[in-house]
């Protein structure tokens, strides 16, 4: 009998722990969400992508890189930048992959970078936009800007206008924005921009910049719309990167819920990049340009990132804070 009751005992056991890995295994699947599946080669092809040393930003540039394309992997740290692209060149067998300087919390580095890129290459197929910070004490940037603004919004704004010709020379092309689910709820505060009048809160400031993001991709397919220049934004997902180290000391409670247990339903760096690859890669997008995507698909935005009027606004205020005219 007691054999018996033994072996009952372990069948439950058996059952409950292949349920459990079953569930384990389809929960993360639909975690990790689209994956792009095209094969599109790149050969002859350059793309420039910000922040591209960690994260997302990196498994980026490895796929790129796997396409066989040039790849401008746009830093604010040199030696984090080298590191990455060495480990990139060496698994991917692909030499041409090259770290170039950018500040985003820094208008006069953005001038500078585009500056070089103009001065030493040729073409820009695609520009991935998609460095960020994300919930992070209250600083301002050396131009004077809240930084999640500055950096996630304004630097990308100057840095593509800036492009925007080598853009177009080398049509078709493509403008990839990372913004984020983020921007629901969102809101420009065209008013306080820095959050001086009010208490600063890092989570509206982020929600803000994300909002911005979008809108200022909505924008720039309008602007572009006959050139060949297409431009996408994208929800990469809840993803395991240093984005989250801000938070630690500021929100202790999201800190804890981010342990290891929950890691483990957030998407990996490589899965978090799949939205982004498949805008900038995938073909057939051309009809597209202006759209948002989650999960390797279209998803419709907030209300408020549905807003032409609001985007056309963003795009006049962003040009001025920049200082964007005609003789840039």
Known sequence: MWKELKKNQLVKYGAVTTVSTISYVLLRKWIAGGICRSRAKLHG????????NTGIGKETAWDMAMRGARVIMACRDLNRGEAAATEI???????????????????????QFAREFIATETRLDIL????????????FTVDGF???????????????NLLLDMLKASTPSRVVNVSSIAHQGGKIHYDDLNFDKKGYNSVIAYKQSKLANL?????????????GVTSYSLHPGVIRTELWR???????????????????????????????????????????SGYYFSDCQVKEPALEGRDDL???????????????????
């Open 246 to 288: 801000h938070s630690q000391s500021k929100y202790p409670t999201l800190s804890s819920i981010m342990s290891a247990p929950a890691w483990l339903l957030m998407k990996t760096p490589r899965e978090g990049a799949q939205t982004t690859i498949y805008c900038a890669v995938t073909e057939g997008l051309e009809e597209k």
């Open 128 to 139: 991935i936009n998609n460095a960020g910070i994300m919930l992070c004490p209250k600083s």
């Open 89 to 111: 060149r060496s698994s991917t067998g692909n030499t041409n992959v090259v770290v170039q300087q950018l500040n985003l919390a820094s208008l006069g580095s953005v001038r």
């Open 215 to 227: 809108l200022f991709s909505r924008e720039l397919a309008r602007r572009t719309k006959g050139t």
């Open 146 to 160: 809240e930084s999640q603004f500055a950096v996630n919004h304004l630097g990308h704004f100057l840095l593509t």
């Open 310 to 328: 609001a985007a056309l606004r963003l795009w006049g205020v962003s040009g001025g804070l920049v200082g964007l005219n005609k003789n840039n």
């Open 45 to 52: 092809r350059t793309v420039v992508i910000t922040g591209a």
